[in-house]
């Protein structure tokens, strides 16, 4: 059944599908499967030229003409961007020298939020300690060692400098000095809190913030 | 003409039918138990071959090389004997096909999850394995082309032309991307690195994709559909210019998975563009498909088996425009690393590759057991509750795929990201994750439901093992005749046609992979890259082989909201040593190349890593990632050491002459020194343990480049 002669048709006439009208292969008979004669559909060639055509262009633009930046140059212009948005930022007002704990809540608030994206990895959830020290208790690593009271901006010098060889790196790239003084005014609002798994005492002992 | 008789083997097309079943469901169960664990990371159980980077890879490649694959070979061993008039040309190549095609399934099953993996996506398998899939493969391929040799039938149909452009691209892809130097008896190293290997990788990942799940299942198509719905192909001339366009176009889009990476651009534009020339050839399978149903669809709406056909071809087409728009540089800046990504992947696994498989297994059990259908209300219950399980697999993940986009390069006023912390964004696609593992159980409980249905079917009906036909013999034709036509002429001449094939798909391999010989020159030099410390080099392969891969990707891609988050952007000259290169293609997890840098806002020390691989949920409680408790009890396999650098010294990476000798004096010095360092923090680790090495590997990650800065800190 399968072997009719290749170009011709039976009685020379073409064989028509009933329910399409469209004109069978001669020949192509495969374990009963037939196939029609049909053209390649119009939409369906313009849609392919019109990919060739868009993949031309896209060659040219970016590799011949160089229309469009290519990805170091995009980036380089990303930044741009966003450094012309930057300098708008209002820069805020910080003196080191009278630097002190925050209290308002709106700057603990912010202090927190600053200490949960980034502090918390280390030194616990509740600022109980886990790789870096504990929070909660009166003990400090990095106090001035010829008096009882342990300051702020002995604190800050940590977050600004790090402690490379602990692991703790320096913070002052990403932070700004009123966000490192807000979230060092949060973590000693931790002190007494005697939350769970605390960190055993590191460094010396002081009396009081000041 | 006098008639010839001969026999249709069914017996091993229903050897191949049972193996698919079996491991569809292993597959899909994996892919569920996969699914649970992105939720829930006690489902990695703490046991080194439960974890999720085992285990995915056995997913993919159990779902990918034994459900699809068995899924081929069922419906080609059908088909092919019937469209050629012909009983297969050897028995014996027939049948070690089938047996060591599962028994590769069964060794990939056991490796993988012992962790031997050469660490490169879908090509996980390592050299021993490797051999066996050649030689299987040309055993297929040899019976395939000398059964031709044998037909009854002047011409080739379409169907058999896809099964030829899959035999010798898969073998070309096969060997091209697996050639590697084995340092033991189970491991190797390939011959690339880094961006060299990252181009063959995908030269061969995406093209297994294209010819793995894609043309020969265009082979099924075009056997299965027009034989359920007995009506007659819409358009041979269609049929040739989509199925050569096809082949020939599909190979050279593999650098769309490596947009905005550090691979030369032209690689990356001429993976769009030919992405984009891919569109029409795609739908040209569809509409033959299609439209190969007019003046049949009143019996799609009774007969399941059609139905899974239309949801099929219809899933092929969306995954076939989906595809090529993610190919798009900025639509892939948005995808690429996200689960979009892995939706679009569903969609055309679930969809085209599952239904087509199942719509194939409804229509052949019957026939080969001579009798009904057992129950055509449970395929059909099948078929609803897998096409609402593709929509509980998908809509969600494309949801989370934009979601994480979005926060991810989301910045604040001030110039900073509002998400800095990864898992802030890993929370917010829970929901999502959730509603997959539904999706996914959907669609295994619908696969279960077939399994019942064919049971039953087979134990009502009588197996026809050899199934008696004839024919006349074939009268040979020698060259073209007049108004033949040169590719109805090409059509009996099978060989002559596979010549053909693999010239149409070495053109474009070959514009794509030489240059990457010769890409030495092509990748500028950076003289602070420096070779791996043997305990870095020991720790990357504990990296590679727990699989770390399948969630942490190592390219930092040059946007703002990447530098930002992960430090500066990856340059091609890091990776010269890297073999593997571990860039990876999901983020599950934050990228750790900068991981190392001392002044980058992702640098932890030693002590951090420590707790974490013990305990990943102890340092963030919402993490997902696994336990790794037993690196601290296994211990660095230094006997491995001296093979490993002569292995990479071959490859030219840069040790001294005779370091293989000394190289375990300066691992255990490096070991020590990190072991001390935790002492201090009281963590209590002899240095000769798996996660010393694997804390070296990190702490060095994207750190040469980087030199003078940390050095200026370390003052
Ligand atoms: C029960 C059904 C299935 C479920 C629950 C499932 C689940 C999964 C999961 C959870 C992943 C990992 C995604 C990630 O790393 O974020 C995955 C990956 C993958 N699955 Fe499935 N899967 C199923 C069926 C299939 C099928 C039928 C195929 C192929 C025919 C398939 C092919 C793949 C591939 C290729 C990947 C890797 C994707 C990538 O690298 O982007 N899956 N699957
Ligand atoms: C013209 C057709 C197609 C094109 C151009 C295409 C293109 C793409 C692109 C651009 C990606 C994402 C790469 C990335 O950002 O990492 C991708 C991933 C993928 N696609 Fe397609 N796709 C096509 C059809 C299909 C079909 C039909 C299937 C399945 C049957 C499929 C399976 C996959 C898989 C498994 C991946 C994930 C690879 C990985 O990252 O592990 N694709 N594809």
């Known amino acids: 059944m399968s072997n009719t002669d290749e170009n011709k048709l039976p009685h020379g006439e073409p064989e028509i599908d009933e329910l399409t009208n469209d004109r069978y292969l001669g020949g192509h008979e495969y374990d009963g499967i037939r196939e029609l004669d049909n053209k390649l559909p119009a939409w369906w060639l313009y849609l392919f030229y019109i990919t060739i055509i868009f993949a031309l262009v896209y060659l040219v633009g970016y590799h011949l003409a160089e229309w469009w930046p290519l990805q170091d140059d995009e980036y380089n212009n990303e930044l741009a961007a966003a450094a012309v948005v930057e300098k708008k930022a209002p820069v805020e007002a910080f003196d080191f020298e009278s630097m002190a704990p925050m209290v308002a809540e709106a700057d603990l608030a912010a202090g927190k939020e600053t200490y949960d994206k980034i502090c918390v990895t280390c030194h616990g959830k509740a600022g109980e300690g886990l790789v870096g020290p504990n929070f909660t208790d009166m003990y400090w690593i990095h106090g001035d060692s010829t008096n009882n009271k342990i300051s702020i901006k002995e604190m800050y010098n940590v977050v600004i400098n790090g402690v490379i060889e602990k692991g703790m790196i320096s913070y002052k790239d990403q932070l700004s000095p009123v966000q490192i003084q807000q979230v060092l005014s949060f973590i000693i609002t931790l002190q007494g809190t005697n939350p769970p798994n605390a960190k055993a005492p590191q460094g010396r002992k002081y009396d009081t913030f000041g | ?715």
């Open chain 2, 1 to 715: 003409m006098e008639l010839q008789k001969f026999y249709y083997d069914n017996k091993i097309v229903k050897m191949f039918a049972y193996a698919t079943l079996f491991w569809g469901i292993v597959g899909m169960l994996v892919g569920v138990l996969v699914a649970i664990q992105l939720v829930y990371p006690s489902f990695n159980f703490n046991f080194a071959f439960t974890t999720f980077g085992r285990v995915r890879p056995v997913h993919t490649n159990a779902i990918i090389f034994a459900f699809v694959g068995n899924g081929i070979f069922t419906g080609y061993y059908y088909s092919i004997q019937r469209l050629l008039k012909t009983s297969m040309a050897s028995k014996w190549m027939t049948y070690t096909h089938f047996w060591g095609w599962q028994s590769i399934i069964v060794l990939a099953a056991v490796t993988l999850l012992a962790g031997y993996t050469t660490g490169k996506e879908y090509a996980e398998l390592e050299w021993p394995i490797d051999i066996l899939i050649a030689i299987i493969w040309v055993i297929f391929g040899w019976n395939m082309m000398w059964t031709m040799l044998k037909r009854r039938v002047k011409h080739i149909y379409v169907a058999i032309w896809f099964y030829i452009a899959t035999f010798v691209t898969v073998a070309v892809l096969h060997i091209g991307n697996s050639i590697e130097i084995p340092w033991s008896f189970l491991k190797s190293y390939p011959v690339y690195a880094g961006v060299q290997d990252a181009l063959v990788q995908w030269w061969y990942g995406h093209n297994a994709v294209a010819f793995f799940l894609t043309t020969p299942y265009l082979g099924l198509m075009y056997y299965f559909m027009p034989k359920a719905a007995n009506r007659p192909v819409y358009s041979y001339k269609l049929s040739i210019v989509h199925f050569w366009a096809l082949i020939f176009l599909y190979i050279w889009a593999g650098p769309h998975h490596l947009l905005y990476q550090s691979v030369p651009n032209w690689a990356q534009s001429l993976g769009t563009v030919f992405s984009i020339m891919l569109i029409a050839p795609s739908w040209g399978g569809m509409i033959n498909g299609l439209l190969t149903l007019r003046g049949a669809w009143d019996k799609v709406r009774e007969d399941p088996v059609l139905k899974f056909f239309v949801v099929a071809v219809t899933a092929y087409g969306m995954s076939t425009f989906e595809g090529p728009m993610l190919s798009l540089k900025n639509i892939n800046a948005i995808s690429h690393f996200t689960n979009w990504t892995v939706g679009h992947v569903h969609i055309g696994a679930l969809g085209w590759n599952g239904f087509l498989t199942f719509g194939m297994v409804y229509w052949l059990f019957p026939r080969m057991f001579s009798t009904k259908l057992y129950s055509v209300k449970l395929a059909n219950l099948h078929f609803w509750m897998g096409t609402l399980a593709m929509l509980f697999y998908s809509i969600p993940l494309y949801w989370a795929g934009w979601t994480e986009a979005s926060m991810f390069k989301q910045f604040n006023d001030a110039g900073e990201l509002v998400y800095p912390n990864f898992l802030q964004v890993v929370e917010q696609i829970m929901p999502m994750y959730m509603m997959r593992i539904f999706g996914g159980t959907l669609y295994f409980l619908g696969a279960i439901l077939m399994v019942y249905n064919i049971a039953k079917t087979v134990k009502a009906g009588s197996f026809v093992a050899m199934e008696a036909a004839e024919a006349p013999a074939l009268v040979k034709e020698g060259s073209m005749k007049e108004g033949e036509g040169f590719h109805r002429f090409l059509e009996r001449k099978p060989i002559r046609f596979m010549i053909l094939a693999i010239i149409a798909i070495l053109i474009g391999g070959l514009v794509e992979v030489v240059p990457t010989y010769l890409i030495k020159s092509n990748i500028p030099t950076i003289s602070s890259v420096k070779p791996y410390t043997p305990l870095e080099l020991q720790g990357r392969d504990i990296y590679i082989k727990e699989g770390c891969y399948n969630c942490h990707s190592q390219m930092i891609r040059p946007f703002r909201s990447e530098t930002e988050r992960y430090g500066e952007y990856s340059k091609a000259g890091e990776y010269v040593y890297d073999h593997p290169f571990q860039w990876g293609s999901k983020r599950t997890g934050p990228d750790l190349w900068r991981e190392g840098v001392k002044t980058s806002r992702n640098y932890k020390p030693d002590a951090w890593h420590y707790n974490h691989f013990m305990d990943p949920q102890k340092m963030n409680a919402t993490s997902i990632m696994p336990k790794y408790s037993w690196l601290a009890d296994y211990e660095i396999d230094i006997n491995s050491t001296p093979a490993k650098i002569r292995v990479m010294q071959t490859l030219g990476v840069p040790y001294p002459e005779g370091y293989d000798k000394i190289a375990n004096d300066d691992l255990k010095a490096q070991a020590e020194k990190i072991a001390a360092g935790l002492k201090e923090q009281g963590i209590n680790v002899e240095s000769n343990k798996q996660v010393i090495a694997l804390i070296a590997y990190i702490q060095r990650l994207g750190t040469d480049i980087t030199n003078s800065t940390e050095t200026a800190d370390n003052k």
